[in-house]
């Protein structure tokens, strides 16, 4: 069993159109999307749609959560100074992505779960417990078992980070997909999962996939989305920003 895990997207549909194709030569037997589809992208409502055309099962994100429950992203800000301070900015680039997607793509958002299962994997946004807080590569093993443990399957797959990295941990694999858009570990490709899962065993590696960031760039300024200018920092840098 081959599954794809494809994540972080960001309404960013040049990457994903680039993922799409490599897809095609991996040639996985289930693809799975790890959530945060929309927003801080180009084409946050293309992405929806291509997404559910292609039927993908898959788990719901913080900033899927944000665009169609607000308060979601108030709630983990009261929580961090840091995000008191950008609160404002994120708050108007969601509220146009919101106008962009419509309620009908809101509503899919919303009716998304928050943890999906296929053996031997289970793939959850960020963690179990969160779809905000999730741990970093550079976590422990003791801190990777006790968030992901409670999974009860041999490998646990999430987002979130933009920062894909694989752990075998008491002898379950922990992996992060890394992101189709805005990575933060200075590589500008395309991230996604593979999972071959065989009878001698399983093996997870992440596909880098090249894509015209150019492009993106050009359609992002385009739309004249509020604060475009940070997302366009980002993706070039392949870092995190401030604005």
């Known amino acids: ?31 799975f999307h790890g959530g945060d589809l929309a927003d801080a992208g180009s084409s946050p409502a293309e992405v929806v749609d291509r997404v559910r055309d292609l039927g993908w099962p898959g788990v719901v994100g913080n900033t899927d959560e944000m665009l169609f429950r607000p308060e979601a992203l108030q709630e983990f800000a009261r929580q961090s100074s840091a995000m ?20 009908d793509r809101l ?17 959850v946004h960020a963690t179990p417990e969160s ?10 093993d003791a801190q990777l078992e006790s968030v992901f ?17 694989v752990r075998e941990v008491s002898g379950r694999i922990i992996a992060n997909t890394g992101s189709v858009s ?32 150019d492009s993106e760039l050009l359609a992002l300024s385009s739309r004249n989305l509020p604060h475009s200018d940070w997302i366009a920092r980002i993706l070039k840098s392949a870092r995190p920003e401030m604005p």
């Open 1 to 31: 069993m081959r599954i794809a895990v494809v994540s972080d997207i960001h309404g960013n549909l040049t990457a994903l159109d680039a993922v799409l194709a490599d897809l095609k030569l991996t040639s996985p037997d289930m693809i």
């Open 84 to 103: 008191q301070l950008l609160l404002p900015k994120i708050e108007q680039m969601a509220e146009a992505t919101r106008g962009l997607l419509g309620e």
């Open 107 to 123: 509503e899919w958002l919303a009716a998304l779960p928050r943890v999906q299962t296929a053996e031997p994997m289970a793939l």
């Open 131 to 140: 779809l905000w807080h999730a741990p970093a590569p550079e976590a422990n």
């Open 149 to 165: 443990g409670p999974t009860g399957k041999p490998v646990a797959v999430y987002g979130h980070i933009h920062r894909p990295f």
């Open 182 to 213: 805005l990575s933060y570990d200075g590589d500008r490709r395309a991230a996604y999962l593979l999972l071959d899962a065989t009878d001698s065993g399983i093996s997870a590696i992440h596909r880098r996939v090249e894509y015209d960031v």
